[in-house]
């Protein structure tokens, strides 16, 4: 069970609408306890309605903000948006994750603008495998 604060679902689909038709993306920080405290939007260096990069140079500066910042958070997973399929990893999330073990991949749909759809995964990066995690949005 991943359980997500309300605001930062909206936060995180406040993003994907501003960035559609491109995928957006960003990563997810948390404390020792596993939640989500904070989401961090990143740049989509691959502009692409397909696929998102989150280039090294980003990803240092937002790992450096969460991991050796004052809050000294962890980077727990990422977040993207699927601008029109539903919310589920493609062939490329799954090479291309690479955040280690544990991390929740949250994906975004916006195949229906009007009711987007949050899912929770998890990726074994060796098996290639995916785990849908039951995602519980709290009100603030
Ligand atoms: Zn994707």
Redesign the pocket.
Known sequence: MFQLPRRLADEMTAHALRDDPN?CCGLLAGDDEGGVTGVFPAENAARSPF??VIDSKELFRLFNQIEWGEQSLRVIGNY?S?THSEAF??P??VNEAHLGPGAVYL?ISLRDPQQPVIRAFLIDENSKSITEEALEILPD
Request: without cysteine; aromatic residues 10%.
């Open positions: 995928e696929r998102y993207h699927h990893p493609s490329t999330d994906i």
